[in-house]
């Protein structure tokens, strides 16, 4: 696992074409190095290319075409190299049953859509802070 990257690279998977393309700038205009997956399938070849040098945190969608953000996660969760990659669920379900299941899931953090720019920001940097504090401990 390297270290996390001076400006945090974060991995967007998101298929819808606002939101997607909308975060994507967000996070770039914050300073942030982000990159923008359609798909799990996209998310998941983005990630294995990579491999140890993959993102430092990802932002994943739950309503995904094919397969779903909660398998996509899981799929995460079952690599080693990957498994704390930190991981929000961003999601139009605000249902106290999908919060639970996202989180039990394995992901790190869950916010839901419309969601307040400052806020994302916010999670954002504290997801990053995590990040280095492991990847400090481990080295």
């Known amino acids: 696992m390297t270290a996390v990257s001076e400006t945090g690279h974060i991995l967007i998977i998101e298929d819808d074409p606002y939101n997607g393309p909308f975060t994507l700038e967000l996070l770039q205009g914050a300073g942030f190095v982000a990159d923008l997956a359609v798909s799990a399938e996209e998310g998941m070849s983005i990630v294995e290319q990579a491999g140890e040098h993959t993102h430092d945190m990802i ?38 049953e999908s919060k639970i299941e996202g989180l039990n899931s394995g992901a790190d953090d869950y916010l839901t859509k419309p969601y307040d720019p400052d806020e994302l920001i916010a999670r954002v940097n504290a997801m990053l802070r995590i990040r280095r504090l492991y990847c400090n401990l481990r080295h």
């Open 59 to 96: 932002l994943l969608d739950i309503n995904l075409p094919g397969m779903n953000g909660l398998e996509m996660l899981g799929w995460l969760k079952a690599h080693p190299e990957f498994q704390y990659i930190p991981t929000m669920i961003f999601t139009v379900h605000d249902s106290l």
